[in-house]
Nanobody
Framework: QVQLVESGGGLVQPGGSLTLSCAAS????????MGWYRQAPGKQREWVAF???????DYADSVKGRFTISRANGKNTVYLQMNSLKPEDTAVYYC????????WGQGTQVTVSS
């Protein structure tokens, strides 16, 4: 059984930065594509970024150039560095492991507000 635990969310002013972490249990982490998604109040969950097991990355247009996804396979952890945050980035952020049935974390709240 794989478990994903996100951390690092919080309240930040517009223009600020946060780094989210997602720690995974289980030995299959290193062979799966990891992704970050977010869900704002009243909206559907949307994809933010992914990183493959070989390090290939892709980003949603709304975060390209501001967010960076990375992974440390030895630590079973994926990160999302978020810079130049905007109020519209406010959401619950979830990590996802794309392997087998797929696995989701419980989410971490990010609030961008002055």
């Amino acid at each position: 059984q794989v478990q994903l635990v996100e951390s690092g969310g919080g309240l930040v002013q517009p223009g600020g930065s946060l780094t989210l972490s997602c720690a995974a249990s289980g030995s299959i982490f290193s062979i799966g594509t990891m992704g970050w998604y977010r869900q704002a109040p009243g909206k559907q969950r949307e994809w933010v970024a992914f990183i493959s097991n070989t390090g290939n990355t892709d980003y949603a247009d709304s975060v390209k150039g501001r967010f960076t996804i990375s992974r440390a396979n030895g630590k079973n952890t994926v990160y999302l560095q978020m810079n130049s945050l905007k109020p519209e980035d406010t959401a619950v952020y979830y990590c996802h492991l794309q392997l087998g049935p797929g696995y989701w974390g419980q989410g971490t709240q990010v609030t961008v507000s002055s």
